[in-house]
């Protein structure tokens, strides 16, 4: 790859080493059929103007196996958002058994509610329109949803 910058300018650094700087970075999408373990090593030949070449350090990249992170299974499937006079929550597990705390942007407990048969309900008429936030726990799970009250 090569990259040219015609008439770039850049100023004498002069002993200072934040004038005259300039930096480039690059992104490369490898080709398809490379083997686990295959390393490719790669460096820089820096020209400016006339002068000899600066060589940038060897960088070396391996091909490893591909990284993932198991997925969790969330909580929550369905939930209302923004809430008018109640909140409802259905949790993904029936059975599961689920607590919620909800707390207004002071940090101030506004309600809890456990869960029945799947669901929980908040009832939300009496409060202000805003933000809260709600904290779901179910054994050693935790999920936190923002809610909006309108």
């Avoid at 002069?14 to 700087?21: D, I, K, Q, R």
């Amino acid at each position: 790859m090569t990259v040219v910058f015609n008439n770039i300018d850049l100023p004498p650094s002069n002993g200072s080493e934040t004038v005259g700087n300039g930096f480039v970075t690059y992104r490369v999408k490898p080709t398809a059929g490379f083997d686990v373990g295959t390393e490719i090593q790669d460096a820089a030949e820096i020209y400016f103007d006339f002068n000899p070449a600066i060589i940038t350090p060897t960088w070396n990249t391996k091909f490893v196996e591909q990284l993932s992170v198991p997925r969790k299974e969330k909580l929550i499937q369905f939930y209302t958002n923004p809430v008018t006079d109640v909140f409802e929550l259905t949790l993904t597990n029936n059975n599961a058994m689920a607590t919620a705390a909800v707390y207004d942007l002071t940090g101030s407990l506004l309600a809890t509610a456990k869960s029945k048969d799947g669901k929980l309900l908040v009832d939300t008429q009496n409060w202000s329109s805003g933000i809260y936030l709600l904290k779901l726990q179910s054994g050693e799970e935790i999920e936190h949803i923002k809610l909006l009250k309108r």
